[in-house]
T-cell receptor, first 117, second 109 residues
Framework: QLQLSGPGLVEPSQTLSLTCAIS??????????WNWIRQSPSRGLEWLGR?????????DSATSVKGRITVTPDISKNQFSLELKSVSPDDTAVYYC?????????WGQGTLITVAS | SYVLTQPPSVSVAPGQTATITCAAK??????VQWYQQRPGQAPVMVVH???YRSSGIPERFSGSNSGDTATLTITRVEAGDEADYFC????????????FGGGTKLTVL
């Protein structure tokens, strides 16, 4: 299971921070990757980035958010987090965390993040 | 980057067969996943690697992929199949990007 948490409202130009707690699996799994995906009417489903462990940590991110996104694992809490900097109203969306390497087989429940002042 | 094109909507009567397409140049060389999303819920993967059903998904759901089109077929459509369906590939050439299609709304008449 993936349990997502974070604030529902973020002010423009601030940093959006979300956490996804993992149960029944490990963030250290060498057969999984841990992803952030968002969904909005204007952008549809949009993969944002991921982190995964294969003897060392790797990260990938979408070109649309590269430079603004950080995905970080937390081994002690068995979770991973998303930070998206300098947000604008265009970043308003339902955000999901998901498990999977090239296919997303488990998803968190999703949380609506609104960027507004 | 990879662009996946789906029809915005497909309508079918109960008991009939629904066909949802996902088009892109040479998509047949990629591994395609299909997700079902009901209103207010997270997407659920129904088919992975072109043709393999996820655990718990009825045999009525099947996938294929060849040339420039991947297809999700739902036979003996039921009212509970009404949902949005999205295709997805992993774009290695674009730098390890997860790419989704725009989605198809399946309406059961």
């Amino acid at each position: 299971q993936l349990q997502l948490s974070g604030p529902g409202l973020v002010e423009p130009s601030q940093t959006l921070s979300l956490t996804c707690a993992i149960s029944g699996d490990s963030v250290l799994s060498t057969s999984a990757a841990w992803n952030w995906i968002r969904q909005s009417p204007s952008r549809g489903l949009e993969w944002l980035g991921r982190t995964y462990y294969r003897s060392r940590w790797f990260n990938d991110s979408a070109t649309s958010v590269k430079g603004r996104i950080t995905v970080t694992p937390d081994i002690s809490k068995n979770q991973f987090s998303l930070e998206l900097k300098s947000v604008s109203p265009d970043d308003t969306a339902v955000y999901y965390c998901a498990r999977g390497t090239m296919a997303f087989n488990y998803w968190g429940q999703g949380t609506l993040i609104t960027v507004a002042s | 980057s990879y662009v996946l094109t789906q029809p915005p909507s497909v309508s079918v009567a109960p008991g009939q067969t629904a066909t949802i397409t996902c088009a892109a140049k040479n998509i047949g060389s990629e591994s395609v996943q299909w997700y079902q999303q009901r209103p207010g819920q997270a997407p659920v993967m129904v088919v992975h690697d072109d043709m393999y059903r996820s655990s718990g998904i009825p045999e009525r759901f099947s996938g294929s992929n060849s040339g420039d089109t991947a297809t999700l077929t739902i036979t003996r459509v039921e009212a509970g199949d009404e949902a949005d369906y999205f295709c997805q590939v992993w774009d290695f050439n674009g730098g390890h990007l997860g790419v989704f299609g725009g989605g198809t709304k399946l309406t059961v008449l």
